[in-house]
């Protein structure tokens, strides 16, 4: 079972490695969204700082959005994914790993790039440090929800929108609790209490999601 | 108590009775649709059936 | 007894065998509820008291709080039916499933409607980031969802399943989405707009409240019965039985 995982890790990886430009483009529409929205705005710092992590967590929202739909596309089109799915292996381990894998190449570039965008948005550092430490718990959660949408319509000719107002609603509790414990430690509350909520939901999403993801995978291979 | 007493809920009545109109709306519409919808789908059920005898 | 009890969920489990029993119990159930309807608003419009922080504002209570309690009773009545599509893949379950999805998010929409409408006078504002708007809102994206992922799927029978594990994973999501936006309210707002619901509420108010909150429950029963025969004729409209109904002839 490790040995599956592992497998599917490294061939999910090497695929993306392949594709580099296609994973730097989803990092690079997480940054340009976050610095356009200071050009929409009079920029004061004080107004910057306080919508900062907000813009922050939205931009990330949207770049997992945008991204997830690749965690099983191309193996669904080429046939692959069936092939997996018939096999002895579980589903749920395979569909760890590429949830693993998508976060790898998705979620911990955003994570690192954030305390760029921190400074974008005179962020102080703490709480750049805070952003970042609530992206860490946050985008594996938005990857293992958004599993579950694309499972649900990979299967679909035109499941882009579908998606979106799939995951959207569900990854309000994430932005709710990603965004306002960095509003939180600028305002210099004690964060410990929203960091175990975070850790929660990512302990939840762990255990739930992926037989969630594989149960999904099975309706849409039909 | 009179009618038009009523009818103005103490100065509030444009608020009650627009919510109230709009209560009525949705679950008419609830009804409504159905009903409609099952017009539709005997209809056609009626005419793959003409088809069918026409065919055979 | 028992027997014929299990006997008549199997026999529900059937397409025609449903078709025949709901046309039967739907206009019971609207029937009924109509009734009460009459009366609970008689009560709730006419007898019940004045309302004295309030005014006679406070009578789109027996209107409001009886959709939000049904958008959420609702959810959970597709989300069972969900699970039960997915575990023993009835197709009736799926059936029920599909069909919950815009009742439910009709209810939602008048809950938010109305708290809109009741909001104006109260807080001087159509719209409050208050909690319980705020989570009625994220209820009706989720329903939308729902709905837009139904229509997406053509394969009727996948499409049920589809609901069904989604359902699954909002019903999971509603309670965190509820605390969340109550921890966030609480940040950012302070107690100022939860006013709403005193307390203790005077029976001679209670009343016709509840008996709005069963006639809306019969309604939904109501419109849920013809929503899901109608989903079952467009399924079966090319099987024997569906054929031969006095109706399509």
Known sequence: ?222 | MSLTEFLAMGGYGAYVWSAYGITVAVLAWQLILPVVQRRQIVRQIRRRKRQEARRA | MFRALVNFYHRLGSPPHFYRISGRLAPWFIGLALVLMAGGLYWGLVLAPTDYEQGDAYRIIYIHVPAAWLSMFVYMCMAVAGGLALVWRMKMAEVMAVTAAPIGAGFTLLALATGSIWGKPMWGTWWVWDARLTSELVLLFLYLGVIALDNAIEDRRLAGRAVGILALVGVVNIPIIHYSVEWWNTLHQGPTVTKFDAPSIHWSMLVPLLVMAVAFMLYFGGTWLLRARNEVLRREGNRRWAMELPEAS
């Open chain 1, 1 to 222: 079972m490790n040995r599956l995982m592992w497998a599917t890790l490294r061939r999910d990886l090497l695929l993306a490695v392949r594709n580099r430009t296609e994973v730097a483009n989803r990092l690079l529409f997480f940054v340009l969204v976050a610095a356009v929205f200071p050009l929409g705005l009079d920029v004061e710092r004080s107004l910057l700082q306080a919508i900062g992590p907000s813009v922050v967590w939205v931009a990330a929202l949207l770049a997992t959005v945008l991204s997830v739909d690749t965690m099983f596309r191309s193996d669904f089109d080429d046939g692959s994914l069936e092939q997996m799915a018939l096999g002895p292996q579980p589903l749920t381990v395979l569909v760890t790993a590429k949830v693993a894998a998508h976060w790898l190449v998705t979620g911990l570039p955003l994570v690192v790039m954030s305390p760029l965008l921190g400074l974008f948005f005179n962020l102080p550092a703490h709480e750049i440090g805070i952003l970042a430490i609530t992206l860490l718990l946050g985008t594996p959660v938005l990857s293992l929800l958004g599993a579950v949408g694309v499972a649900l319509t990979v299967g679909l000719r035109r499941g882009g929108v579908v998606l979106t107002l799939l995951l959207l609603p569900l990854y309000v509790p994430v932005l709710v609790f990603g965004a306002n414990t960095v509003h939180l430690s600028g305002s210099g509350v004690d964060t410990t209490a929203p960091f175990y909520i975070l850790g929660a939901l990512l302990a939840l999403a762990v255990t739930l999601a992926p037989p969630a993801t594989a149960a999904a995978l099975r309706i849409s291979l039909n």
